[in-house]
């Protein structure tokens, strides 16, 4: 069964795992927000991708979430030292991951191949496409006035900031990479990983033709990245309290409504599953807390039956 996910980092990584774990090695692709990315200290930092890669990988530091497991720091310390702004707390091997894709780059080669020599070199059988070759970019307008790079809401103001829009820079010149809209076309299932539904899946769904590839296709399949009317990670409720009026699974499932079939909610918050339908989806509620590999697995087993 050919599946293609679309994600961005922990949630989507989790996810990931566990479709991996349940497919053949050339049967799941995944396509990965780079919304998020930024130039840090020089290089070009790919949040998203790396964390996907990182986790199918098994190298992620998964209590984390981010970053390499036992990866040290000796170069951002070094940098702060120096006076550089050290707030981006990149460590060394995971440094190395953006060096090497910034020299790809450098050399000509698009960012769709650097991802796919990296993942290769790390041994991850999945495919990943990054959702742009182009610089398309997240731009976070808070509710004070400021209009914030991505990386200066999440990291630097720790997703503090009210905010009263997201918005995308470079879209206007934007394609989606080649065999994005081909990997949705062509997949069994498509997967909506449990992301955060602004700052991931938004970008990755308005790069022109993917809404209406999404649209198109029979089986479209979401995970709720709110469980019991949370974010288990990051602002995603925030941002749904700000932005669509109320944190809530059946909040998520309005946002998709237009392209999705079946719309897998936590058991937490099953007393949504109406809430849920009256927007024309068809629900399901699962354990969807994937605490360990293992749990990823039996989640996906369960999605992919459905
Ligand atoms: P980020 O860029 O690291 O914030 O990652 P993502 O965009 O992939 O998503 C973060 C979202 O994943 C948050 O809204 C979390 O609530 C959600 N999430 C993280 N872990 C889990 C999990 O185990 N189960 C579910 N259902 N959602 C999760």
């Given at each position: 069964m050919k599946v293609t996910a679309l994600a961005g980092g922990v949630?989507?990584?989790?996810l990931l795992v566990g479709l991996a774990r349940t497919l053949g090695p050339d049967e799941l692709t995944a396509v990965v927000n780079t919304g998020d990315d930024a130039?840090?200290?020089g290089v070009h930092v790919a949040p998203d991708l790396d964390i996907v890669t990182y986790w199918l990988a098994g190298m992620?530091?998964?209590?984390?979430?981010?970053?390499?497991?036992?990866?040290?720091?000796?170069?951002?310390?070094?940098?702060?030292?120096?006076?550089?702004?050290?707030?981006?707390?990149l460590g060394d091997a995971d440094l190395a991951t953006c060096l090497y894709r910034s020299q790809?780059?450098?050399?000509?080669?698009?960012l769709a191949q650097a991802t796919d020599e990296i993942r290769r070199s790390l041994g991850v059988e999945a495919e990943i496409l990054p959702m742009s070759n182009h610089e398309v970019r997240t731009r976070v307008v808070t509710a004070d006035g400021r209009d914030l790079e991505f990386q200066e809401y999440f990291v630097k103001e720790r997703a503090a900031p009210e905010v009263s829009e997201v918005r995308l820079s470079g879209l206007e010149k934007a394609s989606p990479a080649p065999g994005v809209l081909e990997a949705i076309e062509e997949a069994d299932r498509v997967v909506i990983c449990p992301s955060n539904p602004y700052l991931?899946?938004?970008?990755?769904?308005?790069?022109?033709g993917v809404r209406e590839a999404l649209r198109a296709h029979p089986r479209v399949i979401a995970v709720s990245p709110i469980v019991a009317g949370r974010a288990v990670k990051g602002?995603?409720?925030?941002?749904?309290?700000?932005?669509?009026?109320?944190?809530s699974a059946s909040a998520v499932a309005r946002l998709y409504a237009d392209f999705l079939d079946l719309f897998a909610l936590d058991t937490r918050d099953s007393g949504e599953i109406e809430r849920v339908r009256q927007t024309g989806v068809e629900a399901l509620s699962l354990d969807t807390l994937m605490v360990d590999h293992d749990a990823s697995e039996r989640l996906t087993r369960a999605l992919l039956a459905a």
């Open positions: 949630g989507g990584a989790k130039r840090v200290y992620a530091d998964t209590e984390r979430g981010w970053g390499i497991e036992g990866d040290g720091f000796t170069v951002v310390d070094a940098l702060g030292r120096l006076g550089a702004d050290d707030w981006f707390r790809r780059l450098a050399e000509g080669a698009t991931s899946i938004a970008p990755i769904a308005a790069l022109p602002p995603a409720g925030s941002l749904l309290a700000n932005l669509a009026g109320e944190s």
